[in-house]
Every structure is written in C-alpha cells, then in structure tokens.
C-alpha cells in the first residue's frame, strides 16, 4: 500500500507513514506538516514533461515560504520566484543563489530595486517602460549590469476570479487582450529595444501561462518568437499526455494516420473507456468510427423530390444519373422524372438531357422558384423526382437565389448535399456551411476511388451528423454507386493508412496546442 501524502494507516491519520499524533507529542501544538513525497511527486510531475527542453522551475514564496519547504524543493532542482525584496532574502537563506531568483514583484518600489539591481539575480520581471527607465538608471548608478526579463500575460476569462469579476492582470502586455498577436510583438520589440539603448540586459521573455494546475502560473524559457513558444508548449503538452497516457496518445495517432480531424478524434477519444488495454486500442477507435456514422437504410428504396447541393465539381449531375439509372432497373422509367434548375453553367441542361435520353426518363428545366413549382406540380406522379442544382460557393452572388428557389418548395423538396471525398476537409466544411440554410440532414459521399482515405469527409460528415445514404466510387453509371454501409467505410480508413506515417510536430500541433489552452 502507497503509504506517501495524509491518509489513515493502522487506525491513524499519518503523513508519508509516519502518525501525526506522534508528530505532535513531539514537536507540541501547534504545528505544521506538511508531505515532502507529495511535494517531491508534483514536482517531477511537472518537471519531466519538460525532458531535454532547457527550463527551469520558480516557485512562488508568495504560495508558501515555510524554511523546510524552500530547501526541499531547492534539493530538487527548483528556482524560486520573489514578489518582493523580504522574499528574496528568505529565498537566500534558504540557499538559493541570486542567479536561481528572479524578482516578478508588482509595483516595486525605489528602495527594493535599489536593493536588488546589485545583487545579479537571474532576472527583474519588467512591468512597464517607465520601471524599465528606473531598472536602467539604478544599474548605472551602481556600474553594474541589470538582467531583466518581460512578463506576458496570456488573456483572463471575466468569470476566471469565481466571483464574476475580472482579476487584475500585470504584466507589460496586459492591456491587449488576443494570445501572442502582432500588437503584441510590438510591445515586446519596442521593450527589447528600450533595454539594449540602456545597455541592459534582456536575457528572457516571461511567459505566464496554465499547465495543469493554476497555481503553476510562470515559468522562464529563453528568448523566441511567439510563434516558437507557442510550438515549444504544444510539444511539452502532447509529450506529457503521450507519457501519461501513451494508449489514448496512440489512438491519437493512429486517428490522425486515417484522416481524422483533431475535434473530431478528440470527440472519439473521449469516448474510450477509462482502461483501456492495448488490445482495444487498436480496434475500438475503426468501431467507434463506425457506431458513429449515421446510414439511412430508407436510401435502399428512394423516393420522393430530392434535390442535390453541393460544390462546382462535386459530381452532382453524374449522381443523380446513377439515383435515377438504379430507380429505373428496380421501377421502371414512368417512375423517374429529372428537373435542372443550372442555367448558369454552359452545357449543364445538355449533359442532364443526355442522361435522361440514354435512361429514356423525361427531363425539364427550371429558371426560377415559381416554375420549378409548376414543374413539381406536372410530374407529382412520378415516385422518384430529382433536381439538379448549379455548384456554389458562399460568396457566390447567385447562391441566394438558389437557396430561395429550393426554399420556396419545401417541404416538397428534400436538400441531399453531395461531398466529394477527395476534397480537403476545410473545403468541405466550406460547402456544408454554403448549404447550412437549406438544412440538409443526408448526403452522398462521391469520388472515394480518387482519395487515398476518406478520414477528411467522414470528419465532415461526423462534425455535423450528417446521414450517408450513398457513396459513388467512379464514372460508370449505375454500377458505381452503393448504399453507404458504415463498417466499409471505417475500413476503407484503415486500408488508406496502412502506408501513412506521423509527424510528432504535427501530433503537438493538432493536439498538444488544445491541451494548453485555458
């Protein structure tokens, strides 16, 4: 039995085994103890994520400046963080050298920088330019070089105090409030410069951020560009879950191998179970993939008015010959009926017309709302009605239009928005938020024999719970057009990955970076 922090041991409230009713007879009362395993054990949870990266750990005397407690964690390797001049002191007699403290007191006064710009700490926590001005003219006075370092604050959510107020923020920065953007920069420039015109030297930026616990509140990391601290802590993030969780970290991976986007392989992550063995992991992510997808199983006998939305390119036209090619074999050709509504693209109405002559199913064309309502009126007895519709983007001036046109027959009219698996994932999130108006619930996954993996448009379709009632997989019409079945599509993700290989910069990127965030 684990006998380190305060627990009960043989009827007895100890601390690291040892009873602090024994502690008390001997010391007297009252007294504080406290758990040096626990305090050895939280150290090293947060200094070994850190491996080879140069760092160091300040503690803040301001938490707890107990004499015992300050050697302790000085054996261990930490540096200490002074909020004022009686602090460093403490943090000397303790044993720590000026060069293991750096001074990040708010508001210091003339007397404590005059105290502290001699005595060659590891750095003075700049606040502001004018204090900057002071550090300079003191470290002249004394002829003796000043190191200082400046203190960014990330942004502070207005609820984060737990009384509904905003804390006070310091630091040089704190009056912008975007994470390490441009103006940002500017601010830490113009200071870098302040400080080499008095000859100071600027030997760190300090960074203020939350790991794990919000009492973890700075840590010193050598000059870099935001862009790099910001890379360097995603790396430290994905490394430290990789190490503490190296089966989900390995789900991760083997999610980003099949094209997964990372909200959407968080999402299956979450859902893992709390032991999961190494066995699980490498089949429940394929299965949670398939649980989650959504088929529609009415898609096997399709009927109705359905529309077909989606960018230029998709392959609206070519899917909806192989909807209406299939309905022909199983009904007949008196079932069918084609509408197009694109008269925007030359030679749209020809190829649907082509289509249709070859199907032996008649087909219309459409100019606006009120005739696509006359033509649905005309052909009201047919079982199968499908509409083909002009490839759009969002900013496209006729996509209103279009949008007003389908509207205006609903709920007639059923939106099936087609996505092409071979596109980007962005891209395809572009052309789901284009149709968001129309509100389609189904879609049809095409071109999955022009991508490697279709973990991007699956992404897409589990983002936004999407239903799959088909997939196409090539030109021929009808032969190249199934019923979507959600266990080959998650199957088809793991044979696109047998040959893909991870990039641990682009684990810390994709993930390590949501980690970090407040």
């Excluded at 947060?46 to 503690?59: K, R, T």
């Excluded at 920088?113 to 001005?133: D, F, H, T, Y």
């Amino acid at each position: 039995m684990n006998s380190t922090g305060f627990q009960p041991l043989r009827g007895e409230l100890c601390c690291d085994g040892i009873a602090l009713a024994d502690v008390a007879r001997a010391e007297g009362t009252s007294l504080y103890v406290y758990s040096g395993a626990t305090i050895r054990e939280r150290f090293r949870a947060i200094h070994e994520p850190f491996g080879q990266y140069p760092h160091a750990l300040h503690y803040a005397l301001k938490a707890n400046s107990t004499f015992s407690l300050l050697t302790l964690l000085r054996s261990l390797g930490a540096a200490a963080d002074a909020n004022s001049i009686w602090e460093i002191d403490v943090a000397r007699r303790a044993g720590f050298t000026p060069r293991d403290i750096v001074f990040t007191g708010v508001g210091k006064s003339g007397d404590e920088l005059s105290r502290a710009v001699p005595l060659g700490l590891k750095a003075i926590n700049v606040e502001s330019a004018g204090e900057l001005a002071r550090i300079e003219a003191i470290a002249a006075a004394f002829g003796t070089p000043a190191r200082v370092a400046i203190r960014i604050n990330r942004p502070r959510d207005e609820n984060e105090s737990g009384f509904g107020k905003p804390r006070p923020s310091y630091g040089a920065l704190h009056d912008y409030d975007a994470p390490f953007n441009q103006r940002k920069l500017d601010v830490v420039d113009e200071l870098v410069k302040l400080s080499e015109e008095a000859g100071i030297s600027m030997v760190d930026i300090a960074v203020a951020f939350t790991l794990a616990h919000p009492a973890v509140t700075s840590s010193i990391i050598g000059p870099r560009t935001m862009g790099q601290l910001e890379s360097q802590l995603s790396s430290l993030a994905w490394n430290d879950l990789d190490r503490r969780h190296p089966l989900r970290a390995r789900v991760l991976r083997d999610l980003t191998r099949f094209g997964i986007e990372s909200d959407v392989a968080d999402a299956i992550v979450a859902d893992l179970p709390a032991n999961l063995s190494s066995e699980q992991s490498r089949y429940l992510p394929l299965g949670l993939i398939s649980r989650s997808l959504k088929v529609d199983a009415a898609a096997a006998d399709l009927t109705g008015v359905i529309a077909l939305v989606g960018s230029t390119g998709a392959g609206k036209t070519t899917t909806l010959a192989k909807l209406a090619a299939r309905h022909v074999a199983q009904h007949g050709r008196q079932s069918v009926a084609l509408i197009g509504t694109d008269d925007f693209r030359v030679g749209a109405h020809d190829q649907l017309l082509h289509y249709g002559r070859a199907l032996g199913v008649q087909t219309f064309a459409a100019a606006d709302a009120a005739e696509l309502a006359s033509l649905l009126q005309h052909v009201s007895d047919r079982d199968l009605v499908l509409i083909d519709t002009p490839g759009m983007t969002v900013r496209d001036a006729r996509l209103p239009s279009v949008i007003d046109t389908l509207k205006a027959n609903a709920p007639k009219v059923r939106t099936t928005l087609v996505l092409p698996a071979n596109l980007l994932p962005g891209s395809l999130e572009h052309s789901v938020q284009t149709y968001a108006p129309l509100a389609p619930k189904g879609c049809i996954l095409t071109k999955l024999d022009e991508t490697p993996s279709p973990g991007g448009a699956l992404s897409i379709v589990l983002r936004h719970g999407l239903s799959v009632e088909f997939v196409t997989d090539g030109q021929r019409v009808p032969e190249d057009i199934h019923l979507a079945d959600a266990r080959r599509l998650a199957c088809r993700l793991a044979d696109g990955a047998k040959h893909a290989a991870v990039d641990e910069r682009v684990m810390a990127e994709r993930f390590g970076r949501a980690l970090l965030a407040p």
